[in-house]
């Protein structure tokens, strides 16, 4: 089985529909180490029921599609996959509770090469289900390693951006709980709970998000 470049632009990937409760923005921000003081004013409205504020980064666990690349007829070597890089842009915050869809496609594949592997680019976009609103646009790059070679239009790897050369605005560290790793396996099993016939993925992404040490 390999990538056939037409064939994997027009793969369908089924929508996915999740209702979401005001507990599982704050479960999630619980994941990722917020509040461990629980007076701080600017911690407090992301982890309590009054008033909840909701994570910029929510979106990325919410109405997931699955394992696509393994479930699909996608013509990747999906036990060679791995995570490149997300790129998120927010066209409406998310409230505390509600429904939303997600609409995922692949939009290119790049060719790196015989050996050298392939970029899978994809994207998904999360709609408010009641008003049909954009809420957010999510592009994922896999980088599929056995999956060089392939062919496709041939053209250079994309330019990655510039380091940034300035100081940070802003630096907030705090240190993680023991508990957050398994407080992120448990958090996205309800948030990517869909009417999709792709089963939940896990909660890989926030196990690799809760043990980091402090975020600048």
């Known amino acids: 089985m390999a990538i056939v470049y037409d064939k994997l632009l027009a793969l369908k990937i089924?929508?996915?529909?999740r209702t979401y409760t005001?507990?599982?923005?704050?479960?999630?921000?619980?994941?990722?180490?917020?509040g461990q003081n629980p007076v701080n004013a600017d911690e407090l409205p992301f982890v309590y029921e009054k008033n909840t504020k909701v994570l910029p980064t929510f979106p990325v666990v919410?109405?997931?599609?699955?394992?696509?690349?393994?479930?699909?007829?996608?013509?990747?070597?999906?036990?060679?996959?791995?995570?490149?890089?997300?790129?998120?842009?927010?066209?409406?915050?998310?409230?505390?509770?509600?429904?939303?869809k997600s609409?995922?496609?692949v939009i290119d594949a790049i060719d790196k090469g015989p050996g050298k592997g392939a970029l899978v680019i994809s994207q998904r976009?999360?709609?408010?289900s009641a008003t049909g609103e954009l809420l957010t646009t999510i592009t994922q790059t896999t980088f599929a390693r056995g999956d060089g070679g392939f062919g496709g239009p041939k053209r250079p790897s994309p330019r990655r951006r510039p380091s940034a050369t300035r100081r940070a605005c802003a630096?907030?560290?705090?240190?993680?709980?023991s508990s957050q790793p398994s407080t992120g396996r448990i958090a996205p099993s309800g948030l990517t709970t869909?009417?999709?016939?792709?089963p939940p993925r896990g909660g890989a992404?926030?196990?690799?998000?809760s043990t980091a040490r402090s975020i600048s």
């Open 194 to 198: 869909s009417r999709s016939s792709s």
């Open 62 to 100: 919410v109405a997931q599609p699955g394992l696509w690349a393994r479930e699909l007829d996608s013509g990747m070597d999906w036990v060679k996959i791995v995570h490149g890089e997300h790129d998120m842009v927010i066209h409406k915050p998310l409230p505390p509770a509600g429904t939303v």
């Open 125 to 128: 976009k999360v709609f408010d």
């Open 171 to 177: 630096s907030l560290p705090f240190g993680a709980r």
């Open 103 to 105: 609409q995922t496609r």
């Open 22 to 34: 005001q507990r599982d923005p704050i479960f999630y921000a619980l994941s990722l180490g917020l």
């Open 205 to 209: 992404s926030l196990r690799s998000l």
């Open 14 to 17: 089924p929508d996915v529909e």
